[in-house]
Every structure is written in C-alpha cells, then in structure tokens.
C-alpha cells in the first residue's frame, strides 16, 4: 500500500509517501513571518501557494505517478483553524480526482507512530514537545492518552518567545541552543512542576526580567537547564508511575541536544532506553501524516467526505487505536521510583525504610541540591502536619540531609492493586481518596502529586505517601490541579477503571462544593488541544 500524507497544522507545509516498508518521500517547507509569531491566514496562504510545488516534488522524489498511490491522509487537527483547511481542502479534492479513500488523522499521535516506526521502539512514553504542545503520551487500553502536559504554553512557544524579546527571529529555539552552548552562570528562575504537569509562563516571565542585567548566554542556558530538567522529571515520573522503559522524544525541540543528553542521562540510570526519530521526522512533515494513514487505511478506517471536516482541539486521546501496541514491560518490580532510592533498614529495633533523595545527573548541581533539599525538608514538615488532621500518612522517625527515615507500611500502591479490586472496592476507595482531599484542602493543603502510585493501602487503611511537592496556603488552582493530577492518573494508567472517577468527584463536592471541580474545568480549557 502506498499513502500520501499532507501536514499542515501551524508553520510548515509538508508532503509525504510511505509505503508498508520505508518512507518514500518527505518533502515540506516552513513559514517564517517577518516578525512577531505566526499570523494564521498567512502561513495558510503560504500553504496554498507551496502545496503544488511539494506534491509535484514528492511524487518525483518517490518516482511514481499519482495513479499509483492507494490512499490519502491529511492533518485533521489540533492547529490553526486556517492552515488545517487548506490542507484538508487539498486532500479533498485529490481523494476525489484519483478516487481513493481519505482519512484525517491527530498531528500527534502521528509523531508517535512515525517515531515507533523509525526507530523501533516498542511501547513508549513519549515526551512530545513543540511550539504548541508539550504533552508526556502513553499507549494504554486502544488509546494514546495524555499522562501530564503543560498548564500554560509549549515548550516551543517559550524559547521563540524568549528569542523575540532577545532580538531574535523566528523560529528562535535553535539560536537559543547555540546562545545556551556559551553560558557560564547558572541564574535561579521558577522551577514549576505540579505532578505530572508543567508550567512555563513563570519561568518566561522570570527571564524576560533578566534581559538587560545579564548576559544573553547565561540567560539562555540557565532556561535550558531548568525547562529540560522539569521535562525530564515529569518523563521519568510517567515512566515510573506506568512502569515502562522506553522513552521516545519527538517534536521540534527534540532535536535540542541538551535535552537529548538530560534524557539520555535519566534513562541510563533506570536502565531503560531513549528513542530520537532522525531531524527531519521530529519536525513537523508529511511523512509522519501519511504513515499514520497507512495505518488507519490498513486496518480498514477511512472516512466520508462530510466526516473531513478540521478539529482544532483534538485531543490525543479522544481517537482509538485499531491496531495492537504489544507492552514492552510485564512486571512492576523492575521499577525504582521517579524522584528517590527506597532501601529497608532497622532503626532502634524497628523495620523502617530510608528514603534517599539521590542526586540526579540530568540536572546541573545548583539545581539538583536545592530541589532535593527543598523537597526533602517539605515532605518531612508536610507528613507530621497532615497526621495532625487525621490523615494516614507513614511516621516519620529521623531525617538525615536528603533521607528520611519513615515508617514501613507493609501495603501495596493502589497503582498495584487496582486490577484485582472489585467495583466495591474500587468505590469505597475512591470516596476515601476524595475525603483525604477535602480535608486537607479545607486546610489550604495540597498534596501536589496526588496520584495512584501515592496512595498505600495498609491493614485496611488509606495511606498517602511522598509529599516533596505539597503545598501550604494554597488557592483553589492548587487544589484543583490535585483533583486533576488524580483524574489524569486514572485514565493514563486505569482506564478500564476510570468510571469510578465520578465517586470520587461526587465525594469531594459533596464535602467542599462544585467550585474546585470547575476550576478542574477552567484549567483544562487553557490547555490549547482539549
């Protein structure tokens, strides 16, 4: 079978053609706008006009006629409401005039695809960041689901901010890489991680005030170490909290070489393994579209001409999966945890467990050992006050540098125990859940990283553990992002489960009201593809 993909989301046009076995063409060219970021209608009149030209040199390229191809796919979404018309427009009228079959497909879950394709990768967590997105994506139960994303912008869109505020044109994430290779002085900016979530308007803010005071050099390498650091944490959460280990980097700032080296160094010490598509495949193109259309076409899903229409907001996991994505991990015991080394030891004739904040090799020292120390001395301070409340949290018996000596609980994560629950079970637990929730929100507590790798069960009791991220005096968003962490840890890692979210959310209104659940709502709907 032979397929020809036409991307066309935000600034670059492309056209490719794959077939079963090798890519056959991948022709494609970028908008750059004379200043400023992307104007929608005209990156999509530079669409329109390139179009012909690509087609006529991929089919060249390819060395085949347009008789020969078997079907067209194009990108259906998420992007900019213009350039994603023009493109379907074109597919359209081809689907028409060789009279094969179409097919709109998601922009990224095509990246992940052509990323499995290309390098082999089994079943990976895929770190995905671009101008627009910046998503940690997972196979789980037919679907690619989204297990953290950003709060605010894409990675992307932040350094090309950060460039134009420098002076630098469009597009600007490689410049700051080379400006990055020249720094010296490491400069404290916000280093905002919520679970499984990120956030980049702080860090931005905080170094567009530095412009003018310090060196560009330094102002762009100290931004590549803290963002890249706060990726590769969230990527090795997700692949500790979904026990795999492999990890596949796609979009365009993927090829930044520094956040190749932080994975790499991450993936090393878990002794799993990082896959990086070839430059032209981490870019936006045609050959990553047209290869995900094989594979809906292969498996016999094609679509009516009335069901092409753009979807602006298409959410990665909104789209099944008809073809099988084989896991790569079996077992839960191969693991360690994502942010410490968990040893059992005796303390005074008790069975304890030392937990040891290690350092990380990913992030420069000056960052490491202020984030261990912070959060080494948060969790201590935040597991003696939630005991207070009535919460079951593990005792806290010494703390020693980036070790706490605690309580060993003898239970199970209900990550580990919730295939084998029954629907009572599962009910009562989520009910305890929302209650833990509720009561230390009324407290202005959050717990920060409220997921199901978080929560132990032990001598029939509801145990939350690893409080490094919590939080004192928080507002409703805080709160809010706890129930979405939550939320966004039952579909990623339990889906066949995830019905039992509405017991926990009905639990927690009824103790503290609809407002936090709407802010749940509001958060995700800044999110640019919801």
């Given at each position: 079978?032979?397929?020809l993909?036409?991307?066309?989301?935000?600034?670059?046009?492309?056209?490719?053609?794959?077939?079963?076995?090798?890519?056959?063409?991948?022709?494609?060219?970028?908008?750059?706008?004379?200043?400023?970021?992307?104007?929608?209608?005209?990156?999509?009149?530079?669409?329109?006009?390139?179009?012909?030209?690509?087609?006529?040199?991929?089919l060249?390229?390819?060395?085949?006629?347009?008789?020969?191809?078997?079907?067209?796919?194009?990108?259906?979404?998420?992007?900019?409401?213009?350039?994603?018309?023009?493109?379907?427009?074109?597919?359209?009228?081809?689907?028409?005039?060789?009279?094969?079959?179409?097919?709109?497909?998601?922009?990224?879950?095509?990246?992940?695809?052509?990323?499995?394709?290309?390098?082999?990768a089994?079943?990976?967590?895929?770190?995905?960041?671009?101008?627009g997105?910046?998503?940690?994506?997972?196979?789980?139960?037919?679907?690619?689901?989204?297990?953290?994303?950003?709060?605010?912008?894409?990675i992307?869109?932040?350094?090309?901010?950060?460039?134009?505020?420098?002076?630098?044109?469009?597009?600007?994430?490689p410049?700051?890489?080379?400006?990055?290779?020249?720094?010296?002085?490491?400069?404290?900016?916000?280093?905002?991680?919520?679970?499984?979530?990120?956030?980049?308007?702080?860090?931005?803010?905080?170094?567009?005030?530095?412009?003018?005071?310090?060196?560009?050099?330094d102002?762009?390498?100290?931004?590549?170490?803290t963002?890249?650091?706060?990726?590769?944490?969230?990527?090795?959460?997700?692949?500790?909290?979904?026990?795999?280990?492999?990890?596949?980097?796609?979009?365009?700032?993927?090829?930044?070489r520094?956040?190749?080296?932080?994975?790499?160094?991450?993936?090393?010490?878990?002794?799993?393994?990082?896959?990086?598509?070839?430059?032209?495949?981490?870019?936006?193109?045609?050959?990553?579209?047209?290869?995900?259309?094989?594979?809906?076409?292969?498996?016999?899903?094609?679509?009516?001409?009335?069901?092409?229409?753009?979807?602006?907001?298409?959410?990665?996991?909104?789209?099944d999966?008809?073809?099988?994505?084989?896991?790569?991990?079996?077992?839960?015991?191969?693991?360690?945890?994502?942010?410490?080394?968990?040893?059992?030891?005796?303390?005074?004739?008790?069975?304890?467990?030392?937990?040891?904040?290690?350092?990380?090799?990913?992030?420069?020292?000056?960052?490491?050992?202020?984030?261990?120390?912070?959060?080494?001395?948060?969790?201590?301070?935040?597991?003696?006050?939630?005991?207070?409340?009535?919460?079951?949290?593990?005792?806290?018996?010494?703390?020693?540098?980036?070790?706490?000596?605690?309580?060993?609980?003898?239970?199970?994560?209900l990550?580990?125990?919730?295939?084998?629950?029954?629907?009572?079970e599962?009910?009562?637990?989520?009910?305890?859940?929302?209650?833990?929730?509720?009561?230390?929100?009324?407290?202005?507590?959050?717990?920060?990283?409220?997921t199901?790798?978080?929560?132990?069960?032990?001598?029939?009791?509801?145990?939350?553990?690893?409080?490094?991220?919590?939080?004192?005096d928080?507002?409703?968003?805080?709160?809010?992002?706890?129930?979405?962490?939550?939320?966004e840890?039952?579909?990623?890692?339990?889906?066949?489960?995830?019905e039992?979210?509405?017991?926990?959310?009905?639990?927690?209104?009824?103790l503290?009201?609809?407002?936090?659940?709407?802010?749940?709502?509001?958060?995700?709907?800044?999110?640019?593809?919801?």
């Open positions: 079978m032979i397929v993909g036409i991307e066309g989301t935000a600034h670059t046009v492309g056209v490719g053609i794959v077939s079963d076995t090798e890519i056959l063409a991948n022709e494609s060219d970028m908008y750059k706008p004379p200043e400023g970021g992307i104007h929608p209608r005209e990156a999509a009149n530079h669409h329109a006009v390139l179009l012909p030209k690509l087609l006529k040199r991929a060249e390229v390819a060395k085949i006629e347009p008789k020969d191809i078997d079907g067209i796919s194009f990108s259906q979404g998420p992007g900019l409401g213009p350039c994603l018309r023009t493109v379907a427009t074109a597919a359209r009228v081809l689907s028409q005039k060789l009279s094969i079959p179409i097919v709109g497909v998601n922009h990224c879950v095509a990246h992940l695809e052509i990323g499995r394709f290309s390098t082999g089994q079943d990976p967590v895929m770190l995905y960041v671009s101008g997105n910046t998503q940690i994506i997972s196979y789980s139960n037919r679907r690619y689901r989204v297990f953290g994303e950003t709060l605010d912008i894409g992307g869109n932040m350094l090309d901010k950060l460039a134009r505020e420098m002076g630098i044109p469009f597009p600007g994430g410049r700051i890489e080379k400006l990055a290779q020249k720094g010296e002085k490491y400069l404290a900016l916000p280093y905002s991680v919520k679970g499984m979530d990120l956030s980049f308007s702080g860090l931005l803010t905080a170094a567009k005030s530095k412009i003018g005071k310090e060196r560009v050099e102002i762009a390498y100290s931004v590549q170490e963002a890249f650091a706060m990726l590769t944490e969230v990527t090795e959460r997700a692949l500790a909290h979904l026990r795999k280990d492999e990890v596949l980097l796609a979009g365009g700032v993927a090829r930044n520094r956040l190749q080296d932080m994975l790499r160094a991450m993936v090393n010490e878990r002794g799993a393994k990082l896959y990086v598509p070839p430059a032209t495949l981490c870019v936006d193109n045609g050959a990553m579209i047209a290869y995900l259309g094989l594979l809906y076409l292969r498996h016999g899903v094609s679509m009516r001409l009335e069901d092409t229409g753009v979807i602006q907001r298409y959410r990665t996991d909104s789209m999966v008809p073809w099988s994505v084989e896991p790569h991990v079996k077992t839960y015991k191969l693991f360690p945890g994502a942010e410490a080394k968990i040893t059992t030891e005796q303390f005074f004739g008790k069975n304890v467990i030392r937990k040891s904040r290690i350092p990380k090799k990913y992030r420069i020292s000056a960052l490491d050992k202020k984030i261990r120390a912070e959060r080494t001395k948060k969790e201590a301070k935040m597991m003696h006050d939630v005991k207070r409340l009535g919460v079951y949290a593990p005792l806290i018996y010494d703390v020693d540098g980036f070790d706490i000596i605690m309580q060993d609980l003898q239970g199970s994560t990550l580990e125990r919730m295939s084998d629950m029954s629907d009572k599962i009910e009562g637990i989520m009910r305890e859940i929302a209650r833990i929730a509720a009561n230390m929100h009324k407290r202005k507590l959050a717990h920060g990283d409220l199901t790798s978080n929560v132990v069960l032990s001598d029939g009791r509801v145990y939350l553990i690893d409080f490094g991220m919590a939080e004192r928080v507002g409703i968003e805080e709160m809010a992002v706890d129930l979405l962490m939550f939320d840890s039952m579909q990623s890692a339990h889906y066949d489960k995830y039992h979210i509405h017991e926990f959310y009905d639990e927690y209104s009824r503290m009201g609809r407002e936090t659940l709407e802010k749940v709502e509001e958060i995700r709907s800044r999110r640019r593809y919801v």
